[in-house]
């Protein structure tokens, strides 16, 4: 039921600076063209790690604060009960992305263990959640994805 030849897109962070780390500027970074020097873009195979972007599109919120704070400052005020707390994701422990930074070459973007999106040095001790992709072909047959009740697939 896995899809063995995803083609994962692996553009690098541009900026460096967290309040440009708004969700849709994270998504739109991972899939786009900039990487660090002599990194392909893309990378095929059947199991990675989740993005940044996946984090920030974890939340069932759909208050507007989770589009507008850079997901570094998810952990202040307004944006904790809104887009943290609401996070399917959201595990209280560091763990690694997918994602580079084009700055610094030798680094990763995480989720920190305050639940922010960070880079860290490749050289860090975190946690690494795998992730994949379904064949297009994968149905839910039955569940409601509760735990009770769990999603059950087939083709």
């Not at 050289?123 to 992730?131: G, I, L």
Request: aromatic share 14%.
């Amino acid at each position: 039921l896995i899809d063995k030849t995803h083609v994962w897109n692996i553009g690098a962070i541009v900026s460096t600076t967290s309040s440009d780390w708004i969700r849709s500027t994270l998504y739109s970074n991972e899939r786009g063209s900039v990487v660090a020097s002599g990194n392909s873009t893309v990378w095929t195979g059947a199991i990675g790690l989740a993005y940044p972007s996946d984090y920030g599109y974890a939340t069932s919120s759909s208050h507007t604060v989770c589009d507008t704070t850079n997901m570094y400052g998810w952990t202040g005020a307004a944006a904790k009960p809104e887009c943290l707390d609401n996070n399917w994701l959201y595990t209280n422990f560091g763990e690694w992305t997918l994602t580079t930074t084009k700055v610094y070459p030798d680094a990763a973007f995480t989720i920190s263990l305050r639940s922010n999106v960070y880079y860290y040095s490749v050289n860090s001790t975190y946690a690494a959640r795998p992730v994949l992709y379904l064949k297009s072909s994968v149905k839910v047959v039955n569940g409601t994805g509760t735990k009770s009740l769990p999603y059950q697939l087939g083709i």
